[in-house]
Every structure is written in C-alpha cells, then in structure tokens.
C-alpha cells in the first residue's frame, strides 16, 4: 500500500468555523507533512513531523494547528481562518532522514468563505 | 531560499517528440532531487530521484540530469505522449526538508 488518504477532499468554512484535516499512510512512514498549495505555484511547507513529534514549523500562523496522534495519522485543525487560507492543503509522507521519495495525498481543496 | 511562483511556464510540444523540463534549485548543500508531476486536482506523483553523487539517471522514458556546478536540474521526457500533460516540479532535499521549485507546465499537441 503506497497511499496517502486525506479527508475530506473538498471543505467550505466560515471565518469562525472550526474544522479538521486528516491524513493517513500505513507505509511504516515516521516523517508525515503538511503543504499548502495556491493556485499556479508549487507547494509550501507547513510543518514536518518526525517520529510524531512535530519537527519544523515554516512560521505558521497558529490559526493552523497540526496533530499526530500515531505514526499513521496526521491531522491539521483549522480556526478562524481567513479567505486568503484557502488552496489545496498536501500530506506527505516519507522514511525518515530525507534522502528517500516523499508520498502525497490527494489533497483536501480548502474554501474559506 | 524559497520558490516565488508569480507564473507558470508552459512548455508545449508535438505527441511523439522529446521533452525538456529544466529546473534551477538553490542550495548548494542539497543531496537528493525529485522530479514529481501534478495532475489537475491531485497530488504530486513521484517520477524519478537523483542523488547528488550522480549526474545522470534513467528510468522508463525519463531521465533526469543533475549538473552541480550550475545547480541545473532537467528531466528529459521520450515521446512525450498526452497523458503526460501535467505540470512538472522538481524539488530538493535538505536535511528534513523538501522544498519545490516553481514548476513548468507541459501541454502536449496531438
């Protein structure tokens, strides 16, 4: 099994709505990632977990609040977001050390009305 | 540093012939590339790795050239086909980290 599932894969939230993402992988992977994507340009790092325990955090507002809760679940809980937080948000996943392919997910298009 | 995508560059070519996709990245202390292609409304898919120990990699109809003097990164596409249609990232490895560049799109002419 190659696959990074993400839920849901379409999401419209209000300003003041609370909501989450989920991620999942049952490679083995302990490195899981968060990546937001605009439209035309390439994924930006969000935040990058190691042995679920959060590693790199790309200076995100806290408005976006990640979670691994095992090593095949990722999540990222979203609130009071605003209209410009909306584009396709990207898991990943890969072995750790880098060096190896990283896995992604569908994506989940994120609307923020 | 950090990609800054303003535009997509579009790289057209006729069904059957050979593509060129280029790529600049910016640390020299990078050691591993990939080369990933995005289909509209889906993730990025792996196509072909390189470490920074080699020059040259080959896979089925890809191959990727990995010049380090000049920090130049290509992935070379043999008859090149519609599904190929998509746009293509390369994107390197450093340390925890890997960080794209900002991506070519490829429209293929049948």
């Known amino acids: 099994d190659t696959e990074v599932t993400q839920t849901p894969k379409h999401l419209v939230m209000g300003m003041t709505n609370k909501k989450s993402l989920k991620c999942e992988q049952h490679m083995g992977h302990r490195a899981m990632y968060w990546y937001k994507q605009k439209a035309k340009k390439p994924p930006e790092l969000m935040f990058v977990y190691s042995y679920e325990k959060l590693s790199i955090n790309e200076s995100v507002p806290s408005r976006f609040s990640p979670e691994c809760p095992n090593s095949s679940l990722l999540n990222l809980h979203l609130h009071a977001l605003q209209p410009e937080d909306s584009a396709l948000y990207l898991c990943?996943?890969?072995?750790?050390?880098?060096?190896?392919?990283?896995?992604f997910g569908q994506g989940t298009r994120l609307t923020v009305v | 540093g950090e990609s800054v995508g303003l535009h997509l560059p579009t790289l057209s070519v006729q069904e059957g012939d050979n593509s060129i996709i280029n790529c600049a990245y910016s640390n020299s202390a990078s050691d591993y590339f990939i080369w990933y292609k995005q289909e509209s409304g889906k993730g990025p898919q792996f196509i072909i790795d390189?470490?920074?120990?080699?020059d040259k990699r080959q896979g089925q109809r890809v191959t990727v050239l990995l010049n380090k003097t000049v920090k130049h990164l290509s992935l070379q596409i043999a008859a090149t086909q519609p599904g190929d249609s998509a746009v293509y990232f390369c994107?390197?490895?450093?340390?925890?980290?890997?960080?794209f560049g900002s991506g070519t799109r490829l429209l293929v002419r049948p």
């Open positions: 990943a996943s890969s072995q750790i050390g880098g060096g190896t392919e990283a896995f």
């Open positions: 994107a390197e490895n450093m340390i925890e980290k890997l960080i």
């Open positions: 390189i470490r920074s120990n080699m």
